[in-house]
């Protein structure tokens, strides 16, 4: 099997690689759906961003990759071995998983075995699709041609972070925390609008149009299909700064604080543009936390609000013929400003820190 093509050596798409390392730095985001035309560096850039994640601590001989320092997250399997004992561990390079569009629900969720269960007494599940893209990168090419179902299964998964099959009054759960990629062609046909929300991020892109950009591009992969080792050796540096820099962010991410002022500036936002629903305003708030993470601080910022708003509104906003296309993160950030101008918040507000659950608010009487 050849090297992987670099992700780092990917020309330009910087709106398309910042949706997927945002969601790599926090899987709770809700995946990101890629809309493009053909060649433009979809599937490549998914397959190498799997490639440059960090390993994962696993639970040795788990089938499901359970994370060994989170018991409560644990399958039906690795509960019933504990009992109070402590599992050995192992490590495992971060999953990639490509689901085919003929998929059936059986395939993504797994199969729980009933007749066995009836005539001996015992629980055999088979696992599926979402069990081997626990903890990895669970990717979608051509998502609009998927049956509907296994696409509300896949992302209600997603959200969830579990997966829980029951048949005739048996269950089993195991965990089913994954990056979501789902790529596109809109000339091939668009997904339900109900479907498109449940994506967190989407990126439309187009082919590059800079010729210098695209000599880049020939040169590169002529470089990699000459000799695809050697290519990747030369930016292995950079692809292993990158893995870095996504490691510590995973573990920065949870420290990362807000105030009162940035969730009115999110919801200030969303309103203004007449976005439907409230998910919105979640992703925007977890992507820009990811953000901050990412780039090593503890607490969110207007711009981190921007480039994630940037990500999280292009399928939720609802445009006339005559409106442009999209906001750039520049546009976005002077729009949070001119808001929050308009509705200043009490000093109260804007020094009490809280986290994604709303710890550290303070009440208004």
């Not at 060649?39 to 440059?52: E, Q, Y």
């Not at 829980?164 to 990056?179: K, L």
């Not at 002077?334 to 020094?351: F, K, M, N, T, Y």
Request: proline share 4%; aromatic share 4%.
């Amino acid at each position: 099997m050849p090297a992987i093509f670099p992700f780092t050596a990917i020309v330009g798409q910087e709106r398309m690689k910042r949706a997927l390392i945002l969601n790599a730095v926090d899987t709770r985001i809700g995946g990101v759906l890629i809309r493009g035309e053909r060649g433009t560096a979809k599937s490549t850039a998914a397959r190498s961003l799997a490639a440059l994640l960090p390993h994962v601590k696993i639970v040795q001989d788990c089938r499901f990759g359970c994370d060994p320092d989170k018991p409560s997250t644990w399958c039906t399997e690795c509960k019933e071995r504990a009992h109070g004992k402590t599992l050995p561990t192992a490590e495992r390079a971060t999953p990639f998983v490509n689901l085919p569009v003929s998929a059936t629900e059986d395939r993504v969720v797994g199969t729980l075995d009933i007749e066995k269960a009836i005539q001996k007494g015992e629980r055999h599940f088979e696992p599926g699709v979402l069990a081997s893209a626990n903890r990895g990168l669970l990717y979608i090419d051509e998502v609009n041609l998927l049956d509907d179902h296994v696409v509300d299964i896949l992302l209600d998964s997603a959200a969830m972070g579990v997966n829980t099959v029951e048949r005739e009054g048996i269950s089993f759960a195991h965990p089913a925390r994954f990056i979501l990629v789902g790529t596109m062609n809109p000339e091939e046909g668009d997904l339900r609008p109900q479907l498109l929300d449940r994506f967190a991020l989407s990126v439309d892109i187009v082919g590059i149009r800079d010729a210098r950009q695209r000599v880049t591009i020939m040169e590169r992969n002529l470089s990699y299909e000459k000799d695809a080792e050697k290519f990747r050796a030369l930016w292995l540096e950079k692809e292993d700064e990158l893995s870095q820099k996504i490691a510590r962010g995973r573990e920065l991410v949870d420290q990362v604080t807000h105030t009162s002022r940035d969730l009115l500036s999110i919801a200030a936002l969303t309103s203004s543009l007449n976005v439907d629903g409230h998910r919105a305003d979640l992703v925007i708030l977890k992507a820009a936390r990811a953000e901050a993470a990412f780039e090593g601080r503890t607490k969110i910022n207007d711009h981190d609000i921007a480039l994630a708003a940037e990500l999280a509104l292009p399928h939720r906003i609802k445009r006339t013929p005559f409106q442009q296309a999209e906001m750039t993160a520049e546009q976005l950030q002077e729009r949070i400003e001119q808001l929050a101008g308009q509705s200043v918040p009490s000093e109260s507000d804007d020094e009490s820190e809280s986290k994604q659950d709303g710890e550290g608010e303070e009440k208004k009487t």
